[in-house]
């Protein structure tokens, strides 16, 4: 008897956690979300953005330590100012966006989360893929919980609810074979990136 009450009572603790999660969706309308980079080299730095952002996490927004899911950019997305330089970032010599069209970062653990009313900030720890190499990460990241901001997004066409989430971290390009130990007077060993994204929650 004291078995069975025992699983029943994990089993409506665990109930509680899927009925408390939000499941938002990164693939905005507007194609506001967005990536930035950036290379410093000595002779050269190289500045771009991507907007080809997507993804689904789903959190409860009382326990950030709760998220699970996956942002994802196109490859294809990535764009910098000078056409033959894109060209080059793109092909087979670089990130081959052909063979490896999606540049992923998947949650794994989310700790450290210091938040009130909703917002705060956390240390993110996933799986980051880019130029076909996976890599375990731990970046630092922004959150906030923005209940019924939804509609003030859309000018009022979707009601919902928001998450917004912001990092700013750095990586090597040698880490994922990108071009290792090659051109570094004009392509930076170090990538500077920044994502600022906000995933919806629509509500019928």
């Known amino acids: 008897m004291k078995k069975a009450v025992l699983i029943a009572t994990a089993v409506l603790a665990t109930s509680s956690i899927w009925a408390a999660s939000t499941s938002f969706d990164f693939k905005d309308p507007k194609g506001v979300n967005n990536v930035v980079f950036k290379l410093d080299a000595p002779l050269e730095s190289i500045n771009g953005t991507a907007t080809g952002v997507s993804g689904t996490v789903s959190v409860d927004p009382a326990d950030f330590t709760t998220a699970k899911g996956k942002i994802t950019v196109e490859t294809s997305s990535l764009t910098v100012p000078n056409p033959m330089m894109k060209e080059h970032l793109l092909g087979e010599n670089w990130l081959n966006a052909a063979k490896n069209p999606a540049i992923t970062f998947e949650i794994k653990e989310v700790k450290n989360v210091k938040a009130t009313n909703g917002s705060g900030t956390a240390d993110v720890t996933g799986t980051f893929t880019l130029n076909g190499v996976s890599k375990d990460i731990t970046v630092p990241a922004k959150i906030a919980y923005l209940p019924g901001k939804l509609g003030d997004r859309t000018n009022g066409k979707v009601q919902g609810d928001l998450l917004v989430v912001r990092t700013a971290f750095q990586i090597n390009r040698s880490d994922y074979n990108i ?22 929650a629509p509500k019928s």
């Open 179 to 200: 071009q290792p130990g090659q051109y570094q007077d004009k392509v930076s060993e170090t990538i500077d990136l920044s994502l600022a994204v906000a995933g919806a």
